[in-house]
């Protein structure tokens, strides 16, 4: 069997219970080496097989898979964060499915809620935003024109951008046009839950120059809206005034 497995934002603790069992057992690992640490394999028995698939093709990879899959061999394809969010394993799973081998996937914990989490916030606040936009600037990948960040942010919806802080300039721009205003906070989160992560807090103005200042140029989410800071509503779920399904009102 191979099984896609999320290893979660960084901290080898935050794989999932099956994520750390399929790793245990495994006969081979394909791990991307760019952003998953080397201490999950610390795990795996002695006999499993390991590559990094930073420097490999998809087709090397997929034959790697293959082979092993052949000989009825267990590999897991651990994915930095959650796999179905930038992690190219749909090309993958296309090509398995072309050979008619089978595969799972294993969710884990994304690094935009570990963000969050780092940060001690929620993303939907009541009478803030009740929505969560996960999306990234332009970059060699292109983003379709109606996702541009200037008319997402329109929505004044929570978001986590990806794969952009390399790009703050054009990002920052984008998102002041977008909302019409500065103070928009900002939260850029380098690294969460690794040993050297890094915390800057911001707003719209000020925040490219900070990132500067920290030098972060890669492996970070940055967090923007104004779940950040700011006034908001108290929840109905909690509310004393407010009856549901496991709790009668208050007098
Ligand atoms: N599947 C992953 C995302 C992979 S794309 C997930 O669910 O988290 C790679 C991008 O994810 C990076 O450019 C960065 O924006 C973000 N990222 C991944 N791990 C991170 C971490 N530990 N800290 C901050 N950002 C991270």
């Not at 992690?87 to 296309?94: C, F, K, L, S, T």
């Not at 929505?131 to 329109?154: F, M, Q, W």
Request: hydrophobic residues 35%; aromatic residues 6%.
């Amino acid at each position: 069997m191979i099984s896609f497995v999320g290893a979660g934002p960084g901290n080898t603790d935050l794989i999932t219970v099956k994520g750390r069992k399929l790793l245990q057992e495994a006969d081979m690992v394909i791990y991307t080496g760019s952003l998953v640490s080397k201490d999950h394999l610390k795990c795996c028995k002695d006999s499993c097989e390991i590559y990094n698939s930073a420097s490999m093709t998809l087709e090397e990879i997929v034959d790697k898979m293959e082979k092993a899959a052949r000989k009825e061999l267990k590999v897991v394809r651990l994915h930095t964060g959650d796999p179905t969010i930038y992690g190219a394993i749909r090309e993958q799973m296309d090509l398995l499915d072309e050979k008619g081998i089978d595969y799972e996937v294993i969710p884990g914990v994304s690094s935009f809620t570990a963000a969050c989490s780092a940060i001690k916030r929620e993303f939907t606040l009541p009478n803030v935003s009740q929505t969560i936009i996960l999306t990234r600037i332009e970059g060699k990948t292109k983003v379709p024109e109606e996702e541009s960040l200037e008319l997402l942010a329109k929505h004044k919806a929570s978001m986590a951008l990806f794969l952009s802080v390399r790009y703050m300039d054009r990002l920052v721009e984008k998102l002041k046009k977008g909302y019409g205003r500065e103070d928009v906070p900002v939260a850029v989160v380098y690294k969460v839950t690794w040993e050297d992560e890094k915390i800057i807090i911001g707003t719209l103005k000020d925040i490219k120059e900070k990132v500067e200042r920290a030098g972060i140029t890669k492996t970070a989410l940055i967090l923007v809206g104004d779940f950040i800071k700011g006034e908001y509503e108290r929840s109905k779920l909690y509310d004393p005034s407010f009856s549901h399904e496991y709790r009668e009102a208050s007098k």
